[in-house]
C-alpha cells in the first residue's frame, strides 16, 4: 500500500461516523476529497506551529504539580494508574486546544472524559446500519444514543469555538484553535485555496477538535496504560532507563523534547511498548477510491480495506522474536534509536496517517520519562504473580488492558 498514492485513501461511509461527525465533517472520518485535503492542510499547519519551540514542554510542565499530588495521595498503597493517565491528557489537550486547564476533581472534566469514551466506543463498535444500510431508517437505541453523545460534545466546542473568533489576534495565537482560525484565514487569502476553503464551515473546525479528543486521547491513554504496566512487568527495563535519565537529565529539572536525541534506550522503549501494545490492530478502516489492482487481485471502488498493523508488527520475518518485549528491537549496533519504516506503521501510512503523530509521540515521551525520572513501578506484593499484561475479552477500542493495581514509589 506505500506505492499508491489516493487509492486507498477513500473512508468507508459508515452511518455511525455520519452522525458522529455531523456528516462527515471531521478528518478522521471524511472521505478523500478537495475538500478533505484543504481541511487537513489547515489542521495540519496548525499542529505543526504548535509543535514548534516550548510549547509542548510547557503544557506538560504545567499539569505535573497535579500529577504530583495525585501519586502522593496514594504513594505505598495498590493505586490503578488509568484515571491519573486520562486526566494528566485531558489537561494537556484542553490547554493545546482552548488554553483552559482544570482541577483533576473538577466535575466537568471527569463528566467530558465520561461523555468522549462512551462515544468513542460507541462508534468504535458501530452500528447495523453500517453493514445493512436500510437499517437507518428503523428507529433504535443506537444511532440516537450517537447522536445525543454528539450534540452534547458540540455544547462544549461550540462557546470555545465562538469565544475565540470573538477574541482573536492575529499577531498572538494562544492555542490550537486559534491557529486552526489563523490557518482558515490565511486560506481564504490564497487564490489557490480560496474556493475550496469556502466549504470548510465551523462545524469543520469542531469537528477537528474532536477528533483530537476522541481519537487522539483515548490512543494516547491506552499506550501510556501499556506503558506503565510493561515497566512494572519488567523492572530491569524500567531500571535502565532510569540510569539513562539521571545520566542525561538527573533530577533538576523536568524532561524537554529536546532530550529524545540524549536517551536513545528510553525512545527505543516506548517504540518497541508502541510496537508491542499495538492498541490499533487494524487502524482506522481505508476504502478504496477507484477499481485497484493490489497484489493480483482486483479490489472494487468503494471496498473496505484494514491494514493489518498486528500482523506486521509481529511478522517474524521483520521481527527478532516479535512475542518478547524487547527495547533493543528499536536499537542498531551502537545503541542508536533506530525504526522499520516497512514494518512499524502504528500512526498509519500514505495520505491518511495519524495528523497528531508528532505531538502524540512527543507527549508520551514527556510523561513517561517525567514518570520514571521521579517514580518507580512496582506490583502489589500479594499480587507479584498476577500478569498485567492481560487484555479485555471484547473492546471497540483494540488491544485494552484490563485494569490493574500497581505500586508507585517516589524515588
Request: charged share 25%; glycine share 6%.
Amino acid at each position: 500500500m506505500l506505492k499508491y498514492d489516493v487509492e486507498f485513501s477513500g473512508r468507508p461511509q459508515f452511518y455511525s461516523a455520519e452522525i458522529a461527525s455531523d456528516g462527515f465533517k471531521d478528518i478522521v472520518f471524511s472521505n478523500y476529497s478537495d475538500t478533505w485535503k484543504i481541511h487537513r492542510k489547515l489542521a495540519h499547519s496548525a499542529f505543526r506551529k504548535f509543535a514548534t519551540g516550548h510549547k509542548l514542554d510547557d503544557l506538560v510542565h504545567g499539569v505535573i504539580p497535579q500529577v504530583q499530588q495525585m501519586l502522593t495521595e496514594n504513594s505505598g498503597k495498590p493505586f490503578d494508574p488509568k484515571l491519573m493517565i486520562t486526566l494528566t491528557l485531558y489537561n494537556v489537550f484542553s490547554k493545546m486546544c482552548f488554553s483552559e486547564s482544570y482541577d483533576f476533581s473538577d466535575p466537568r472534566m471527569l463528566g467530558y472524559i465520561t461523555m468522549s469514551q462512551e462515544l468513542a466506543e460507541k462508534v468504535g463498535f458501530g452500528l447495523v446500519a453500517d453493514y445493512f444500510p436500510w437499517a437507518r431508517f428503523l428507529s433504535y437505541n443506537g444511532a440516537s444514543y450517537i447522536q445525543r453523545m454528539k450534540q452534547k460534545y458540540m455544547e462544549w466546542t461550540s462557546p470555545q469555538l465562538q469565544r475565540h473568533r470573538e477574541t482573536l489576534d492575529p499577531n498572538e495565537a494562544r492555542d490550537f484553535c486559534d491557529l486552526m482560525l489563523l490557518a482558515q484565514m490565511e486560506a481564504m487569502d490564497n487564490e489557490e485555496d480560496r474556493k475550496i476553503s469556502q466549504n470548510l464551515s465551523d462545524i469543520h473546525l469542531k469537528q477537528t477538535v474532536n477528533d483530537i479528543f476522541l481519537a487522539g486521547i483515548e490512543t494516547s491513554m491506552q499506550r501510556l496504560y501499556w506503558a506503565i504496566a510493561l515497566m512494572t512487568e519488567y523492572p530491569d527495563v524500567q531500571a535502565k532507563i532510569q540510569g539513562e535519565i539521571e545520566v542525561e537529565i538527573g533530577r533538576g529539572r523536568h524532561p524537554v523534547i529536546k532530550d529524545r536525541g540524549n536517551l536513545p534506550y528510553t525512545e527505543a522503549t516506548l517504540y518497541e511498548m508502541i510496537r508491542y501494545s499495538t492498541v490499533g490492530p487494524v487502524g482506522v478502516p481505508h476504502a478504496t477510491m477507484v477499481d485497484t489492482k493490489f497484489r493480483g487481485y482486483l479490489i472494487p471502488k468503494g471496498t473496505t480495506v484494514l491494514l493489518n498493523q498486528y500482523s506486521m508488527h509481529f511478522d517474524e520475518r521483520e521481527w527478532t522474536d516479535p512475542h518478547s518485549f524487547r527495547p533493543e528491537h528499536f536499537l542498531d549496533e551502537s545503541g542508536t534509536t533506530r525504526l522499520h519504516p516497512s514494518s512499524f506503521q502504528p500512526f498509519g501510512t500514505g495520505r491518511r496517517s495519524c495528523l497528531g503523530e508528532a505531538v502524540a509521540k512527543a507527549d508520551l515521551f514527556l510523561i513517561f520519562t517525567w514518570l520514571l525520572q521521579n517514580y518507580t513501578f512496582r506490583k502489589v506484593p500479594e499480587y507479584s504473580e498476577e500478569n498485567l499484561l492481560k487484555l479485555l475479552p471484547e473492546t471497540a477500542a483494540g488491544r485494552v488492558l484490563q485494569n490493574y493495581k500497581i505500586l508507585i514509589e517516589e524515588r
